[in-house]
C-alpha cells in the first residue's frame, strides 16, 4: 500500500484517544531525529513487519523483523526500502538505487538470495505490493511513452510483465499502484492533466474499472486514491475534496460505497484493508496530531495512539498496515522528528 503524510494546523481538539497494546521497536543503525529512523511499510499473517531503516547520513536500507523480533537489514543496495512481505513471510520486494542512479525493483527471498528485476523500458522500477502467489506489482517509468510512469504485474511462475496504464489518458505524474490481492487484482490511481487524480481496479483478465468517489476535487492533487484491496474484491482508500481535506472511502465488491471520517479528524487516511473488512490508517486532529485508527465492518472506530508518539503538531502516529488478524504496523515520530517503528494488536 502507498501513505500520504497528511498535517493539518487548526485549532486544538479536547478528545484524547485509547492507548493501545503495541509492540515499539528501533531497527540497528537508524537516526535518531529529522525524519531519520525506522519505518514499517507492511505486516503479514504471522506479525512479521518489512520497511526501511534511514541512518543519520540520510542512508535508507531494507529490513524484515520476525514476529518473535529477529531482524535482518538488507545494506548491500544503496537507498533500499522493502514495501511488501508475503503472507509466509518467504520473501520481501521492494527496491534500490543501483550504479546507473534508477531504481530497480528486488526480491529478497528467506535463504538471503536476491533476484533484481526491471520491466522493458524501464529507467526506474518500484516494486510495491506482492501476494501469497508471490506476484508482484508496482509502476515503472518507460522510456518508450516519453518517460511517463505506468503500472506492471510480475507473474511469479513466469517472470513475464504485464504493463499497463490506470487510464490511457493518464498524464503529468503517471499511474501509480498501491495495492494488490491474490486473485491478483490491482488497485491505484492515475493523474490526468490537471494533476487531479482519478482510482482504478484492474482486474486478472486486465480489464480496468475507474473509481472516483462523489465529493472528490478535481483540482491539482485532489480526487481519488484507493489504497489496498482484498480478497474479496473490496477496496478502500481515501478522497482529498475540493478544500484539501481528505475522507476515507469503502467500495464493496459489488460497487456499493462507503465514505467515513475517524473521529475528531481534520483529515483522514487510510492505509489498508483486511479480509474481514477492517481498514487501518490514521487521521490528523484539530491540532495537527495524527492518531491510529482502525474501522470495522460495521463502522465502529477504535482510535489509539502508539508508544513512543508525541502528541504535538506534525507528530504522532502513522499506520501503514493491517494483517488478516487485525495487527496493524507503522511508526511514529517523537519530539526530535526521529521516527520509530510498531506492530500489534490495538
Excluded: C
Excluded at 136 to 144: H, M, N, P
Excluded at 145 to 157: D, E, T, V, W, Y
Aim: glycine share 16%.
Amino acid at each position: 500500500m502507498m501513505r500520504t503524510l497528511a498535517i493539518a494546523f487548526l485549532a486544538a481538539f479536547a478528545a484524547a484517544p485509547a492507548q493501545a497494546t503495541l509492540v515499539a521497536f528501533d531497527i540497528p543503525g537508524g537516526g535518531s531525529q529529522n525524519g531519520h529512523g525506522t519505518y514499517v511499510n507492511g505486516v503479514n499473517i504471522s506479525g512479521d513487519v518489512t520497511g526501511n531503516v534511514i541512518d543519520d547520513s540520510g542512508q535508507s536500507s531494507g529490513f524484515v523483523r520476525d514476529a518473535d523480533g529477529t531482524v535482518t537489514v538488507f545494506t548491500g543496495a544503496a537507498n533500499a526500502d522493502t514495501h511488501a512481505i508475503d503472507i509466509a513471510g518467504s520473501t520481501v520486494n521492494g527496491y534500490y538505487t543501483g550504479a546507473d542512479g534508477h531504481n530497480h525493483g528486488f526480491i529478497h527471498f528467506l535463504d538471503g538470495t536476491i533476484t533484481t528485476f526491471d520491466p522493458k523500458h524501464s529507467t526506474g522500477t518500484q516494486s510495491i505490493a506482492t501476494n501469497r502467489g508471490h506476484d508482484i506489482a508496482g509502476q515503472f517509468t518507460d522510456s518508450s511513452r516519453g518517460g511517463l510512469q505506468r503500472g506492471f504485474l510480475r507473474k511469479a511462475r513466469s517472470g513475464r510483465f504485464e504493463t499497463f496504464d490506470g487510464n490511457p489518458t493518464a498524464q503529468t505524474f503517471g499511474t501509480f499502484v498501491t495495492g494488490l490481492s491474490n486473485t491478483p487484482n490491482i488497485v491505484g490511481f492515475w493523474f490526468d492533466a490537471s494533476s487531479a487524480m482519478h482510482g482504478f481496479w484492474r482486474a486478472r483478465n486486465g480489464f480496468i474499472v475507474p473509481i472516483d468517489i462523489d465529493g472528490a476535487g478535481t483540482g491539482a492533487l485532489q480526487g481519488t486514491q484507493p489504497e489496498s484491496v482484498n480478497l474479496g474484491g473490496d477496496i478502500a482508500g481515501f478522497y482529498t475534496d475540493g478544500s484539501g481535506k481528505r475522507h476515507g472511502f469503502l467500495r464493496t465488491r459489488t460497487g456499493t460505497v462507503e465514505t467515513f471520517d475517524a473521529p475528531g479528524a481534520v483529515t483522514t487516511v487510510v492505509a489498508s484493508i483486511n479480509r474481514d473488512r477492517k481498514i487501518a490508517g490514521y487521521f490528523i486532529d484539530a491540532s495537527g496530531i495524527a492518531h491510529g485508527f482502525v474501522r470495522s465492518r460495521h463502522g465502529n472506530f477504535k482510535v489509539f495512539d502508539a508508544p513512543g508518539a508525541a502528541l504535538e503538531p506534525s507528530r504522532g502516529t502513522f499506520v501503514s498496515d493491517i494483517n488478516e488478524f487485525g495487527a496493524v504496523s507503522g511508526e511514529v515520530y517523537d519530539h526530535q522528528f526521529g521516527a520509530h517503528g510498531f506492530e500489534g494488536t490495538p
